[in-house]
């Protein structure tokens, strides 16, 4: 074999390794919607952005496993959703299935005294599971939507 050849076959092993790696990289999402953003909202609570990246995504997969986003880029919008997140305790509120493919589940969040309900819609993520896609950040606020 010639240095050539060496050098052709070390790098298609690596393409293929990296993409195998790729692609073993993304584990199914939580199998319900509520299920992915309880876990998204636990993540938000502890900071945790990597963690939110996994569970926040569209129909082609997770924010952490595409490049759509830049990663920089990525990162400043989950610490911006963190920020306005965090909450002191959550419930669910409501639960429309209008469109089926992308389910919209009400939280209501709370921090101190400040109650504000926020609107996740979720899809099936390509991997098995749920996606947070859209997150109704307006109401989040702090001069935004309707407090109670």
């Known amino acids: ?4 050849h060496r050098t052709l076959a070390v790098a ?12 073993g990289d993304v584990a199914p999402s939580p ?21 939110m990246a996994t569970l926040w995504g569209d129909e082609r997969g997770p924010s952490s496993a595409t490049n759509r986003i830049p990663r920089a880029q ?9 920020r306005l997140l965090r909450s002191d305790g959550r419930r669910l509120v409501s639960s429309e299935n209008t469109m089926p493919a992308a389910p919209v589940r009400t ?27 859209e997150i109704g950040l307006d109401s989040a606020m702090p001069s935004g939507g309707p407090r109670r």
């Open 1 to 4: 074999m010639t240095i050539a």
């Open 12 to 23: 298609s092993l690596g393409l293929v390794l990296g993409c195998a790696g790729r692609a």
């Open 31 to 51: 199998a319900t919607p509520e299920a992915t953003i309880e876990l998204f909202l636990d993540a938000v609570n502890a900071g945790d952005l990597d963690r």
């Open 74 to 82: 990525r990162a400043q919008r989950l610490a911006i959703i963190q």
């Open 107 to 133: 939280y209501e969040l709370s921090q101190g005294t400040r109650r504000f309900s926020v609107p996740f819609t979720c899809v099936p993520s390509p991997h098995g599971g749920w996606l947070i896609r």
